[in-house]
Each structure stands twice: as C-alpha cells, then as structure tokens.
C-alpha cells in the first residue's frame, strides 16, 4: 500500500461569491492500493516510517500511564534491577562465591541484568502487544509493527534511566573505563534489534495461540540461567563456549561488560551473536508481516 | 469525472475451524496434528471447514465529492465493507484503488485512556486516527470548544461523565479533515442535540468537497445526507441509486419480508 501525503482537495480559483464546490484534482496513480496479498516487509517498513509520529506517541502514552499508575513510578525500572542484583550478590557472589572477571560482583551483576532485563521485558510486554492493543487495532489502520515496536522504545527509556545506576556503582567502586566503551552503543543496538525481533515474533504467535503468552515467562527464565547473566561466560568449559555462544544474549551480555569493564572481547562469541541477531530479525519481521492479515481476522 | 474510489469484485471470506478459531490455542494444534495422520490412515476425513462469505463480489465507484451511504440489514456486511476500505482487514479477493487520503472513523475515541488527560487524549487518538501532530496542535483550540470542555483540559478522563467524554471523542474525529472520510455510525451515540450538532458537522465536511463513504442504520439521516445508496443483503451488491429510489426500494423489501 502507499501512502501519498501530498494528495489533498484545492480550492478551483473562481471568482469570489460564486458558489465554489471546491473541485478535486486527483493524482495520476492510486495512492492507496488495497490488495488481497500481503504486503511486502518493505512497505511495511515505510508505512512504519510514515507512522513515526504514532509510534513516538505510543511509547509516550505508555510512559505517562505507567508513571501515573504507579507511586513509585520511575523507581521500578530503577529497584527490578537493583534488587535482583543485590540478591544475587549475596547468594550467588558472596555465599555461592562465583568469580566475575575480577569486577566486584554486584557491578557485575547488574551489568548483566540490565540488558538482560531490558531483553526479557521487551519480549514479555512484546508478546502482549497485539493482543493488549486489540480494542485499536480492528478499529484503525495503522502498520500494525508499530506496536510491538513501541514497546521495545518504552523499554528502552526504562534501560537508559536504570543505566544512570550503573554509572554510579562504577563511580562508587573507584573503576575507569577504557577505549573499550565506544564498543557499549554497538552492542545495545545489538540487544535492540535482538529484542524487536523476538517480540515481533511473539506478538505474532501471542495473537495466535493464546497459551503461549503463559508458556513465555518460563521460557524466558530458563533463557537467562543459559545466559551469563549472574555467572560470566569463563565458567563454561571450554569445549563447550561454541555450543554456549550460540545463544544470542550471550555473546551481547559478553560484549556489554568487555566494553564497560575494559575486559577482552571475546569475538567469536560476538560475531556469531551479531549473526543469528541479524537473521532473526529479518526472518521474524517479515513471518510478522506475513501473518498479520490473517491475525486481524481472529483477534 | 474520474471516480476517486474504484472497488473491484470484492469478496471477504471468513474460516472458522481450527486453524483460524479464537481463542484457539497450542493443546489444540498438537491434538489435531497428532489426530490427522490416524484419521487419514482410518480413511476419516478431517471436519470440513466452516466458512462464511461476508462480501461476493462487490463493484462499485466513487465520484470524488460524493457522499455514498450504505445500508441493509445487520450482518449484510456493511462493517466488513468498511474495515476494508479502511484497511482493517484485507479481502479475499478483488481490488480498491483510492486517489486520495482516506480517514476512517469506525467509532468514536478510539485509544483513549483513562488515566491520561482530556488535553492528552486528543493528542494521543488524533493521532491514532491519522492526524499530524502540528495538525492538532493548530486545531487545539477548535476541538476543545467544539466539546465545550475547557474546565476539564487536565483532568483524566475517567473522572468525565459519558456526555463529555462522548464529546470530545467527536470533537476530536470532527477534525480529521481527510480526502476520504469512511464513517461507520458514528451517530448512532449521543441525544438528540448531540446528533443534531453530528448532521451539521458532517454537512460542513461534504460541502468542502470531501468524499465521504457512511454507514447507517437512521434512513433518515441517509436520505437527507447521501445522493448515492448503496443497499448491501447478504454480502452482495443488491441497489445502487438516487437515496430515495433505494431507500423505498429496501423499506418495501423489509415490509415485505415481515409480511411473509
């Protein structure tokens, strides 16, 4: 389908008080094409283009809510992590005394959560878009990618204020970055486009079959136990790293605390990671695409 | 004159088995996976699938400037008709082609919030309904005084009562000034004054030229409104015509229906 903004009604220059039907003057081609067949994943990325405004609105909609909604507002997206990283830092640091790089280990933990939790959410509230959205969706068009694509940007605000934490407890703990740090944007791309195309995936399958929005939680548990979210990668056999990278969030949760820490980079873990992040997203954008007409039907 | 909407043998089908079901879900697909291959072997034929046309083969155009009402009885497809042109739903088969932005207004609010404000929820179902956000903010001032609800700006409209709520969601969709308006019983809400102050918004907006598509159950309403009806039975095309001609031809239709 295509969009031409441009087409508008224009006044015909009659003379003044003569009893002017403004007269329309149509555009060649059909700016609106309705067709049986799907639409390309390229049209679909267009219309999403041409809906940017909407889309800065939903991920502004849902911000305003939940700080409305909520007492504590801000701070959750501040404690999920702190708390979780604060347990773990007793248990799994101190009582469990697993290693961390030699980074203190509540530093290190939270590290991992971060992205982790920025992954996890996106997914989780990703899977619920359509479904949520419903009410909206069968009553206005709108390129329907919009939705769980807002949720990933609402995520992603949340990542960045709980971030300003991370910055404090490195500051607290008296530790510098290195050059290393210009690598952090790369990887939070990463985990981006990672999360968009797991969420679509899911938003998709959610609108679909029903249950699986029950069967994700557990899902994504049992994901961040085969990450190195609480534990580092270096406590994985060496004959067994290959298999272990093949795990998408490791090699971005790897990348993350290499480039904010100053550790080595580990690159096959992360080239392979950038990989299986780029086709999943690919694959899962234009299944999305496929099957969103079809999803409409039933929801 | 060249039509501004051209529809092409448009047919909707809908499905309901277990494929397509609601609220279908993951125990369902495995079972029926796991049950074909046995029923085949057994020579049993899986259920055949339920389907149900909402639209055969529909053609019709548009003059650019029109206002086109569609009626008939509930279920004959109308709503499908329009999910369509506003593409909401996408056909089985045929074609539309529009030389135009089209705006559609199914209902009234659509994603308004509760817990957002008054002055918020324009901007937000402005939006959704395909407004720009420049666009808005010029007609801030209009909307607000068209729903008369300047006191409550920022207060959250859950605290409204269902008359102001129910007047800014208009305001709001009066202001979508599209080339194409698809309107869908948007006026079927409200008393009396409120519907009254409907028929005069949607006078102002054909007298600007715009084409304007409109489904409704108030004949009256039709008759005065649209020069050209469409009469929709069944998910076929049954009359097309001057308001009058069609709108007797479909009351004499439904007498005789009850008579029998």
Known sequence: ?299 | MRPIIEVRNLSKRYCFDNRVLANRNLREVFVKALKSPVERFYGRKPAPETEFWALRNISFEVEPGEVLGIIGRNGAGKSTLLKILSRIVKPTMGEVDMYGRPGSLLEIGTGFHPDLTGRENVFLNGTIIGMKQGEIKNKFDEIVAFAGVEQFLDVPIKYYSSGMYLRLAFAVAAHLKPDILILDEVMAVGDAEFQKKCQAKMKEISGEGRTVIFVSHDLMSVMKLCGRVLLIEAGQLLDVGEAEGVISNYLQNLSGATAN
């Open chain 1, 1 to 299: 389908m295509m969009i031409n903004e441009e087409a508008s009604v224009v006044v015909s220059h009659l003379p003044e008080g003569s009893l002017a039907v403004p007269h329309p003057i149509l555009p060649e081609e059909p700016t609106i094409k309705i067709r049986p067949a799907s639409a390309s994943v390229l049209s679909n990325l267009r219309e999403v283009w041409t809906h940017r405004e909407l889309l800065y609105f939903l991920i502004w909609r849902d911000l305003k809510v939940r700080y409305k909604q909520t007492i504590l507002g801000a701070a959750w997206v501040i404690l999920q992590p702190l708390l979780m990283a604060l347990v773990f830092a007793v248990f799994i640091g101190k009582l469990a005394r697993v290693t961390s790089d030699g980074v203190p280990y509540a530093v290190f933990a939270y590290a991992g959560l971060l992205p982790w939790l920025f992954f996890s959410n996106s997914v989780a509230s990703g899977s619920h878009s359509l479904v949520a959205n419903n009410y909206v969706v069968t009553k206005v068009y709108f390129p329907r990618l919009i939705l769980p694509i807002a949720v990933v940007g609402v995520r992603l605000v949340d990542f960045l204020v709980a971030f300003s934490v991370l910055v404090c407890l490195m500051f607290y703990y008296g530790m510098h970055v290195t050059w290393s740090v210009f690598m952090f944007p790369v990887f939070i791309m990463q985990i981006v486009l990672l999360a968009l195309g797991i969420g679509v995936w899911f938003a998709a399958l959610n609108a679909g079959y029903r249950d699986v929005g029950a069967v994700l939680p557990v899902a994504l548990q049992l994901w961040m136990f085969i990450s190195p979210i609480i534990y580092p990668a270096s406590t994985v056999p060496p004959n067994w790293r290959l298999l272990y990278a093949f795990n998408p969030v490791s090699g971005i949760v790897e990348g993350v605390r290499a480039s904010l820490f100053g550790l080595p980079f580990n690159w096959t873990s992360i080239a392979i990671s950038a990989v299986i992040t780029l086709a999943t997203l690919i694959y899962f954008v234009h299944y999305f695409c496929r099957k969103q007409d079809s999803l409409i039907d039933v929801l």
